[in-house]
Structure formats: C-alpha cells, structure tokens
C-alpha cells in the first residue's frame, strides 16, 4: 500500500501562493494515478487535482488555470502548486493514490484508495 505525507500548508492572504508537497513511499514509477483533494468544514471532499504515469492531468474547474500538479520521480514526491488562492480555497488538502492503476487505465479520483492525513490551507482575505 502507498504511504502518503503531506506538507506545505500553511495561512497566506488572498492572491498568494502555496506549493504542497506529498512523499510518497511504497508507489511504482512506471504506473501510478495520484492526486489532492481538499475538504473545507461543512463540505463534502472534492477532487482537485489528478495526474498519472502516462503523462494526463485534470483540475476541478475551479482550479484550472490557477494550481498545476506535478510529480518528480526522483523524489518520490508530488506537488501541487497553488497560486491566486483565494479564501475560498481554504480546507484541509490531501494527498491520494489508486493503489490498482494499471498503465493505460482510467486515473479518475474514485479510485484512489490510499490516503494521507492532510494539510490545512488557510487564505485570509
């Protein structure tokens, strides 16, 4: 099962910027489906983010153009870059892996089974 730590949160004022970072241990290089989801007090968790191994990415509509995921194998680490935050992208961000991604398979948020613990995320307007 992939082991998964956040960090990188963290309060910052209305258009600045946050990068999060998620170690990640125990993931094959060659297939993997990850991504960040966030979840605000009272609000249901939602998909933020998603990349895999064969290179596609996908963003919540009220992201795109503003965050960008990334991976770096090296590292074992995936990245979420935040910029324009708004107050309203103050939650709880998590960090996730479908632990059954096949290459060439579907890397969609509902498939993913392994879970970090979080990092909260605060923008102040």
């Known amino acids: 099962q992939v082991q998964l730590t956040e960090s990188g949160g963290g309060s910052v004022q209305a258009g600045g910027s946050l990068r999060l970072s998620c170690a990640a241990r125990?993931?094959?290089?060659?297939?993997?489906?990850m991504g960040w989801f966030r979840q605000a007090p009272g609000k249901a968790r939602e998909g933020v983010a998603r990349?895999?191994?064969?290179?596609?990415?996908s963003y919540a509509d009220s992201v795109k153009g503003r965050f960008t995921i990334s991976e770096d194998s090296a590292e074992d680490t995936l990245y979420l870059q935040m910029n324009s935050l708004k107050p309203e992208d103050s939650a709880m961000y998590y960090c996730?892996?479908?632990?059954?991604?096949?290459?060439?398979?579907?890397?969609?948020?509902?498939?993913?089974?392994?879970w970090g613990k979080g990092t909260l995320v605060t923008i102040s307007s």
């Open positions: 996730a892996a479908d632990d059954f991604f096949v290459s060439g398979g579907d890397c969609e948020f509902y498939g993913m089974d392994s």
């Open positions: 125990g993931y094959t290089r060659s297939r993997y489906c």
């Open positions: 990349i895999d191994s064969d290179g596609g990415t």
